[in-house]
């Protein structure tokens, strides 16, 4: 009984003695590690700040398999990983985020906006758009529906495209009411003629000072064979937007002869004209003009207003040359430099096209393509 007494008496304190040495152990264990995470986070932002990003993504696994619980460190990862091209990656680090309980609501937000992007960069876009739809709500709305919107333009998806610019419209991101009269305008080119008609129309009441409607209704109306109708649209739309005239005034020329409206269609080209001479104007009055001696009057007119070679070509063209037989020449070399003056050019980006565009095949921007000539610019 004394025997087993005093091994309780020496046991007790020996036993506590060496459990708060373990938990010293312990502690000083878990203290070493949780130095080393943020040891590791410092060393990857050293590596970010000196553009070492492969060495940054080592660094930065390193500390995430030291504290898997930090979502920043993740967040750093998937952003590091989607701006090396690694999207795979990206996703994986982003989809574990979004897996994880412990995440408050603003930080799931922040991952399901980081997986979108991921799918964006990737061209995944229908999964990009799965991801972009349940920010819906969040504070990343407005970025998402601008996304989406990006997604159904390149996607030629008009419904869709017009939905998303009405929600964004509506949460005052700007005005599109412009983008949606050519969403309506392109799923008219697509559908009936009754039905292309309403759209066109319901396009030109959008937005009244859109160029591009009233144009593509005449061409429309051209086709069924109705150039009065034709030509009254663009009477109309030139008063609408003046600012289109030099686009429509070709149209509005070939229905003018179509319709023997000759008179009225000479008095709005000459009105524009007088306020801002343009060449296809120019070209449209020429074209209404009988008498060819007085139609390249009209060139020489151009001259003196403005310093033209496209119009010293064209007056050029009809002029009889002392040497005959090197006319053809003069004229093929004439025509060969004003050719890159007659092309339209993105204000945007400077792409040159032969022929005027809506959307920039070159960078996409809406509208950025001036009613004038390179040369006028
Ligand atoms: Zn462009």
Redesign the pocket.
Known sequence: MDFDLSWVLWGLPIAFVLGWLASRLDLRQLRIENRQAPKAYFRGLNFLLNEQQDQAIDAFIEAVQKDPDTSELHFALGNLFRRRGEYERAVRVHEHLLSRADLSKAERQRAQHALALDFLKAGLLDRAEDALRKLEGTPYEGQALLALLAIYERTRDWPHASETASKLDASGQGNFSGRQAHYLCEQAANAQPAEAEALLRRAMQMAPEAARPGIELAALQRRAGDARAAFNTLIEHAEAAPAAIPLLAKPLTDAAQASGEQDKAREVLHQSYELSPSLDVLEGIVALESDPEQARAWYVKHLEREPSLVAAAKWLSGEKLEHEQFHKQVQGALDHATKPLTRYR??????EAKQHFWQ??????WD??PARRVEEL
């Open positions: 993105c204000a945007a980006c400077g792409f920039c095949p070159g960078c996409q921007a950025s393509y």
